[in-house]
């Protein structure tokens, strides 16, 4: 069955704000967002442990982006402000039983996707 499941996608216009959310099925020591558009590859967004509150943004989003957690429902949320144009993706939860990491390749239980889109 599906063990990530990822919402709050939508339309906003530039500069609004959403907030993601993805519940999983059970507890990772380690959850993170990726992101890709349309002919491009995936790219690291934000990670964080479930444990310590230890945080990794990418530089793109940094200072826009917070990401924060609620244990004991098993869910990570990732606020986006001042959203612009290239923010538009579709974005990814993942998850992994070992420690922080922004490589893609290191997680191995994804969401399904959840689209957001950036008007100008």
């Known amino acids: 069955q599906v063990q990530l499941v990822e919402s709050g996608g939508g339309l906003v216009q530039a500069g609004g704000s959403l907030r993601l959310s993805c519940a999983a099925s059970r507890t990772y020591r380690t959850m993170a967002w990726f992101r890709q558009a349309p002919g491009k590859e995936r790219d690291f967004v934000a990670a964080i442990t479930w444990s310590g509150g230890s945080t990794i943004y990418s530089d793109s989003v940094k200072g826009r982006f917070t990401l924060s957690r609620d244990n004991a429902k098993n869910t990570v949320y990732l606020q986006m402000n001042n959203l612009k144009p290239e923010d538009t993706a579709n974005y990814y939860c993942?998850?992994?039983?070992?420690?922080?990491?922004?490589?893609?390749?290191?997680?191995?239980?994804w969401g399904q996707g959840t689209q957001v889109t950036v008007a100008s």
């Open positions: 993942a998850a992994r039983p070992g420690p922080i990491s922004i490589a893609a390749t290191s997680y191995d239980t």
